[in-house]
C-alpha cells in the first residue's frame, strides 16, 4: 500500500500530535521524502480512510488501528524512537 497521508494522533489532537507531525516532516526531508502529506489530530479523526498510516502513543494503539495502519510509539515526543521506526516502514537504508 502507498502512504499518500500520514495523521500523529494524540488524546486531544493539540500539543504532542502536531510535535509528532512536525518530526514526521523533519524525517521526511531529512530523507528526500517529498510526496506524502502529514496532520495532526486527535484519537477520534482517526477514521477509516482518514489517512494511509496512523502514528500514535502506545496507549491509543488499538484505537488508531481501526482505522488503519498505525505505528505506535511508547514515547511520544522521543525523535529517535520515531525515527527507528519510520525508517523500518518506508525501508530507508541507513548511511
Do not use: Q
Not at 493539540?14 to 486527535?42: C, P, Q, R, Y
Not at 477514521?47 to 502513543?57: R, V, Y
Not at 525523535?79 to 527507528?84: A, C, I, W
Amino acid at each position: 500500500m502507498e502512504i499518500k497521508r500520514i495523521l500523529c494522533c494524540c488524546m486531544s489532537g493539540l500539543g504532542s500530535s502536531f510535535l509528532v507531525e512536525m518530526n514526521v516532516k523533519k524525517f521526511f526531508k531529512k530523507n528526500g521524502i517529498t510526496d506524502v502529506e502529514v496532520d495532526h489530530a486527535g484519537v477520534y479523526d482517526a477514521t477509516k480512510g482518514a489517512a494511509d498510516l496512523f502514528i500514535c502513543s502506545a496507549d491509543i494503539k488499538e484505537e488508531c488501528e481501526k482505522a488503519g495502519p498505525t505505528v505506535p510509539l511508547n514515547r511520544l515526543t522521543d525523535y529517535d524512537e520515531l525515527e527507528g521506526k519510520l525508517k523500518e516502514y518506508f525501508e530507508v537504508k541507513t548511511a
